[in-house]
T-cell receptor
Framework: AQTVTQSQPEMSVQEAETVTLSCTYD???????LFWYKQPPSRQMILVIR??????QNATENRFSVNFQKAAKSFSLKISDSQLGDAAMYFC????????????FGTGTRLKVLA | NAGVTQTPKFQVLKTGQSMTLQCAQD?????MSWYRQDPGMGLRLIHY???????DQGEVPNGYNVSRSTTEDFPLRLLSAAPSQTSVYFC????????????FGPGTRLLVL
């Protein structure tokens, strides 16, 4: 069975600085999807970025980028120029491509942004 | 376009009571799912549906029933609520089983006494 591990329960970053959130996963599949979701205090889940495992190029969305290391089964999220609005819980998620509709989420990392 | 809507936003139940959490989407998405979120546990999949009339179990299905009679609606039923079902419940939908965005509802906070 697939698992997703986020080993940092909480992180802090100074406004305008860069922070990296870690995520590792375990799977025997060769093709899958990986996601980072943001959950602000409003509780709304918001997709930040996604990566398809067959793509070697790391995904980028404005200030958000990932470091996808397939062999190491690592999928970290880098937030550049951190803003106060980035403060939230961040969840890493894995999705199989086998045709079932099952997402597996990590336990989350709470990011605090210091002014 | 309302996206994914959930009702109620908050509910208090007594042990043994039953209730239905409503979820609806207006994006014509085939795929819908229910998650529960507990402190320190992330989101765990309860049940999911790949289309009207088709449902399947997720990671934590016990104590919950679902049905999918229409593409738009995917209600979650608690037949006999237990304190262990105190949680925040999220409904989500997406267009396909691919990497497309999964859209989440605003969540229902449930307290079982």
């Amino acid at each position: 069975a697939q698992t997703v591990t986020q080993s940092q329960p909480e992180m802090s970053v100074q406004e305008a600085e860069t922070v990296t959130l870690s995520c590792t996963y375990d799977t025997s599949e060769s093709d899958y999807y990986l996601f980072w979701y943001k959950q602000p205090p409003s509780r709304q889940m918001i997709l930040v970025i996604r990566q398809e495992a067959y793509k070697q190029q790391n995904a980028t969305e404005n200030r958000f980028s990932v470091n996808f290391q397939k062999a190491a089964k690592s999928f970290s999220l880098k937030i550049s120029d951190s803003q106060l609005g980035d403060a939230a819980m961040y969840f890493c998620a894995y999705k199989t491509t086998s045709g079932t509709y099952k997402y597996i989420f990590g336990t989350g990392t709470r990011l605090k942004v210091l002014a | 376009n309302a996206g994914v809507t959930q009702t109620p936003k908050f509910q208090v139940l007594k042990t043994g009571q039953s209730m239905t959490l409503q979820c609806a989407q207006d994006m014509n998405h085939e795929y819908m799912s229910w998650y529960r979120q507990d402190p320190g546990m992330g989101l765990r999949l309860i049940h999911y549906s790949v289309g009207a009339g088709i449902t399947d179990q997720g990671e934590v299905p016990n104590g919950y029933n679902v049905s999918r009679s229409t593409t738009e609606d995917f209600p979650l039923r608690l037949l006999s609520a237990a304190p262990s079902q105190t949680s925040v419940y999220f409904c989500a939908s997406s267009y396909s089983t691919g990497p497309e965005t999964q859209y989440f509802g605003p969540g229902t906070r449930l307290l079982v006494l």
